[in-house]
């Protein structure tokens, strides 16, 4: 047998992962916590979602439905498209970790962004596969980059739009140039988690480019404008022979019935939406202009959450600002494993939070 003492290892690429390391949701003992750091709504979900979920816990017995029919008929319904193109996940995350390995096998290429989400580079290596990671253009994802990175072994290029941790976006056209760029064997992957929150006339979150061609998906959650990332609730719409293709890899019960139930209840109350679309423009654009008002560089956003760059000075850079601001009870979120060491992303919360977070930093700027 020989190798007496080795032990069980993984396959290729995992131990090359850093772990995901989650928003922080503690403050210091015995401070009010104002908890920015995960890009959650401050409206919290749609009382009927909460109903459901509740309604839904007198039978936690029985398996959930494995299709999620009436949480993809919403959606459907919701968005004007046929339910048999959409995949429900736990969480988006689940879809593009599913995407990575459905698509991917050692040897291949995916493409993602310098800043671009975490989760498509360690989706990537999980599936045994090299990421290729392409530079931005101000900090904006860049189509010609991309396209120059294509390669024979190029099976998936992931795209946050708008992207988390920038807050920048593609417009809509930049995006047919991509797509009209790339093999029609490569997979396009549009996550668009914070598409409800886009005021732009030139953003599209590539509905129609899903429809019209082969090789387009694009992700959504429920996770952001709906409140309900606790819940773990994702899904995307594709063309038939993907679903097809993720319905055999997936869990069959990968989304649970409460889950299913408050989904469904959230895309009806259309007016909770609104009102967290116009909350947050209101203060997206306010907390912005008042972080820009004290020196501080912030990178224009279309989402619900703002990356704040602080000075290259002793004292007054972003782990000292962190500190800072964790003792008064607001927790942003640290970016340096997005390329950004000296800077900060805040999620847009409640006026009370916005003006804190503004008061807090003006005070440690002093
Ligand atoms: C928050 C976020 C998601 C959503 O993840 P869930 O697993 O649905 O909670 C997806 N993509 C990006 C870029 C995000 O920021």
């Known amino acids: 047998m020989g190798e007496a003492a080795a032990i069980p290892q993984p396959k290729p690429g995992v131990m090359d992962i850093a772990a995901y390391v989650p928003g922080r949701s503690k403050a210091a003992p015995g401070v009010r916590l104002f908890k920015l750091s995960s890009n959650e709504t401050p409206l919290g979900p749609s009382p009927l979602a909460r109903q459901a979920f509740a309604a839904a816990s007198a039978r936690l017995e029985d398996y959930p439905d494995g299709s999620a029919t009436a ?140 429809s019209a061609s082969q090789n387009v998906v694009m992700t959504r959650t429920f996770s952001k404008i709906h409140g309900l990332a606790g819940l773990r609730i994702g899904w995307c719409y594709a063309p038939a022979h993907v679903v097809d293709a993720l319905n055999r890899v997936r869990g069959p019960f990968n989304v649970n019935a409460p889950a299913i139930a408050a989904g469904a209840a959230a895309l009806a109350d259309r007016t909770h939406v609104e009102r967290a679309v ?63 060491p000296n800077a900060l992303r805040m999620t847009i919360g409640t006026e009370e939070a916005n003006r804190g977070v503004v008061a807090a930093l003006a005070e440690f700027l002093g």
């Open 71 to 210: 949480l993809r008929e919403a959606i459907g319904a919701a968005h004007g498209l046929n339910p048999a193109n959409i995949v429900c996940g736990n969480g988006s995350d689940e879809l593009l970790g599913l995407l990575a390995s459905t698509y991917l096998a050692p040897g291949d290429e995916a493409i993602h962004t310098e800043h671009g989400f975490l989760v498509y580079h360690i989706a990537t290596l999980a599936a045994g596969a090299r990421p290729v990671v392409v530079p931005e253009t101000d900090r904006t994802a860049d189509v010609d980059a991309i396209l120059g990175a294509v390669t024979g072994r190029t099976r998936l290029v992931f795209l946050a739009n708008p992207n988390n941790p920038t807050g920048t976006y593609l417009p809509i056209g930049e995006v047919r140039r991509l797509h009209a760029g790339l093999p029609a064997n490569v997979v396009l992957v549009l996550d668009a988690a914070y598409a409800e929150y886009v005021r732009r006339n030139d953003y599209e979150a590539g509905i129609e480019l899903v």
């Open 278 to 340: 116009a909350h947050n423009g209101q203060w997206l654009d306010w907390t912005s202009q008042a972080v820009r008002a004290l020196g501080l560089e912030v990178t224009p956003s279309v989402g619900n959450f703002i990356l704040i760059h602080f000075p290259d000075e002793d004292g007054r850079r972003a782990p000292q600002a962190d500190a800072f601001l964790t003792a008064r009870g607001y927790v942003l979120r640290a970016v340096a494993a997005y390329g950004f």
